[in-house]
Nanobody, 124 residues
Framework: QVQLVESGGGLVQAGGSLRLSCAASGRTVSMYAMGWSRQAPGKERELVAVISSNGALTNYADSVKGRFTISRENNKNTVWLQMNNLKPEDTAVYYC?????????????????WGQGTQVTVSS
């Protein structure tokens, strides 16, 4: 089992920044690809960003490329999502997720492990 706890969400004005954190515990977290997905009201859950177990490979949704950065530090069992130049359309619940298969994380919704989510609201 892997437990994931997100933090760092909140209310921010358009153009602002937030940094989400995901603290992982349980099995050897360094063996897992990690990612962030989001779900806005009335919409399907979508991938935001994914990072491989060793941090060498990342992928981003086209809508966040150049604005968001995913990173991890395995000795701290933590993954971050730095979000800059936020837009109202970024408003959603953001979920941290993990899977031993990178492509399961990439395909939002197929990870084995999920956090409870953290709300991000961007006002115009």
């Amino acid at each position: 089992q892997v437990q994931l706890v997100e933090s760092g969400g909140g209310l921010v004005q358009a153009g602002g920044s937030l940094r989400l954190s995901c603290a992982a515990s349980g099995r050897t977290v360094s063996m897992y690809a990690m990612g962030w997905s989001r779900q806005a009201p009335g919409k399907e859950r979508e991938l935001v960003a994914v990072i491989s177990s060793n941090g060498a490979l990342t992928n981003y949704a086209d809508s966040v490329k150049g604005r968001f950065t995913i990173s991890r530090e395995n000795n701290k069992n933590t993954v971050w999502l730095q979000m800059n130049n936020l837009k109202p359309e970024d408003t959603a619940v953001y979920y941290c997720n993990a899977d031993q298969n990178y492509w399961n994380v990439f395909r939002a919704g197929q990870s084995d492990y999920w956090g409870q989510g953290t709300q991000v609201t961007v006002s115009s």
